[in-house]
């Protein structure tokens, strides 16, 4: 049997080997996507906060509300006090004097509340214009997850079509290599992550870029036993 002759047949069923291993495994990335995973927890994460911003404006909308509602509450009760001060309808000195300071109470009060107003205005607009931001943040992620989603089932289905096709193939080249070649391949196989045939170049192995000694090269020159990188373990497939 000529080693190199049946090697060199390996070396093509390892290139279609390595074809569908890699296959295989981006499709198990593809059913268990990471990048879908991170979009996914972006996108989660950016809705909570939108979520709370709404919530925040909402309620800062809400003591605005209220706020304006005791302001003018305030404002008629001073209007009241002050036509009831100079109407002459009290002319009792403490009575005019109660008024007077609930007419100061008044317009303290209504001081404090339309600053408040004005402090929830000033939030509401920048809660509005953080809340526009994340809802544009929410709807970019939401696109480049919907677009992934449809990049990867699009690869899913492609690998699906593709790969049952090969089974085939590599039967076929399979059956037309020595048993006992084949043997040894699968046996390296396993152990050297797919790759145990390395074509010789010059006088370095293909597999681990070393040199070959002078007595593994001259074994190259036999075809009827076969011959293994001394540093990577490799069956070496001659020029």
Do not use: F
């Not at 002459?88 to 001081?111: F, T």
């Not at 036999?222 to 069956?235: A, F, I, K, Q, W």
């Amino acid at each position: 049997m000529d080693w190199q002759v049946e090697l060199n047949k390996v070396l093509t069923l390892q290139q279609l080997d390595l074809e569908i291993d890699a296959l295989r495994a981006e499709r198990r990335g593809l059913l268990v996507d990471p990048r879908e995973v991170e979009l996914q927890k972006a996108l989660e994460a950016r809705r909570v906060r939108a979520a709370l911003l709404h919530e925040e404006l909402a309620a800062t909308e809400r003591l605005q509300r209220m706020r304006e509602l005791e302001r003018q509450g305030q404002e008629a009760e001073r209007e009241r006090n002050t036509r009831r001060l100079y109407g002459g309808e009290v002319r009792n000195s403490r009575d005019l004097e109660g008024l007077q300071k609930n007419i100061e109470g008044n317009a303290g009060k209504i001081s404090e509340l339309e600053t408040a107003i004005l402090e929830a205005m000033e939030r509401i607009d920048q809660l509005t214009d953080a809340l526009g931001r994340a809802r544009d943040v929410v709807a970019q992620l939401e696109e480049r997850l919907q677009r992934h989603r449809q990049s990867s089932r699009k690869r899913l289905a492609a690998i699906d079509r593709h790969l049952p096709g090969l089974r085939p193939q590599r039967d076929e080249l399979a059956g037309r290599i020595d048993p006992a070649v084949l043997r040894e391949y699968e046996r390296l196989r396993r152990r050297m992550d797919g790759v145990c045939v390395a074509p010789v170049s010059g006088s370095t192995c293909g597999g681990c870029g070393l040199e070959l000694p002078a007595l593994v090269q001259a074994k190259l020159r036999r075809t009827d036993e076969p011959v293994y990188c001394e540093h990577c373990g490799r069956l070496l497939l001659g020029e």
